[in-house]
């Protein structure tokens, strides 16, 4: 697929980071695998934090995560580059809007490194320059906010529209917009929607 830089667009789209274009998961449980073979990981996951899944090793799960560099090594979520793009030629401005993780004092500045690693060499650097990192995230305006989190604080009162990253863990919401990952046809559709309630506030 050919990337081409934002040049332009009024129509604002957040964006989460983990579970939406950065594998929380698959880094969690990569490094469980390696350091802990005798935990068996989970083949379905049924809660929103993966600890959650985990009560036995809850403790040792939230510890990975907290680690220094751990945010800075996730792998890629499927087809994420070419999702971001599709915003972009769908005529949007898609902004990083990512909460930082409470207990891991890294997060908020390797979640901007990675960006740096896998975004900025593709679109530029203003991927990084206009990210926002806030566990606040109704505080930002945009027609629409792709997160995979079910429940998004203060939602009620945002200017976006939640539109649903599917995972696993969020497979019983049913009263929202869901994106089946990054190559779904269904995202012009989702977008136009959600641009149009934008305009036309309750």
């Given amino acids: 697929m050919s990337y081409k830089s934002f040049v332009g667009a ?9 579970g939406v274009i950065a594998d929380f998961d698959k880094e969690v449980e990569l490094r469980l695998k ?23 090793h ?7 995560s907290d680690e220094q560099g751990f945010f800075e090594t996730l792998p890629l979520v499927d087809n994420a580059l070419e999702g971001w793009q599709r915003i972009i030629d ?5 902004v990083i809007c990512s909460s930082p993780l409470g207990t891991n004092p890294y997060s908020k500045a390797e979640k901007l490194n990675w960006l740096r ?3 900025s060499p593709i679109f530029g650097q203003w991927v990084v320059n206009q990210a926002i990192i806030t566990p606040d995230k109704h505080l930002f305006g945009g027609i629409a906010l792709i997160d995979d989190r079910p429940v998004l604080k203060n ?15 969020n497979k019983d919401v049913t009263n929202k917009a869901r994106l ?10 989702l977008l136009e929607v959600a641009s149009i309630s ?5």
Avoid: C
């Fill in 90 to 94: 769908l005529g949007y401005h898609p």
């Fill in 117 to 119: 690693q896998h975004f």
């Fill in 155 to 169: 939602s009620d009162i945002a200017t976006w529209k939640h539109i649903l990253f599917d995972q696993e863990y």
């Fill in 34 to 56: 390696n350091r802990y073979p005798e935990i068996q990981i989970t083949e379905t996951r049924k809660n929103f934090y993966i600890s959650d899944d985990y009560p036995e």
């Fill in 58 to 64: 809850s403790l040792l799960i939230r510890s990975i």
């Fill in 198 to 202: 934008n305009s036309n506030p309750k």
């Fill in 10 to 18: 009024e129509l604002k789209v957040l964006v989460d980071m983990d």
């Fill in 180 to 189: 089946y990952g990054w190559l779904d046809d269904a995202l012009p559709e």
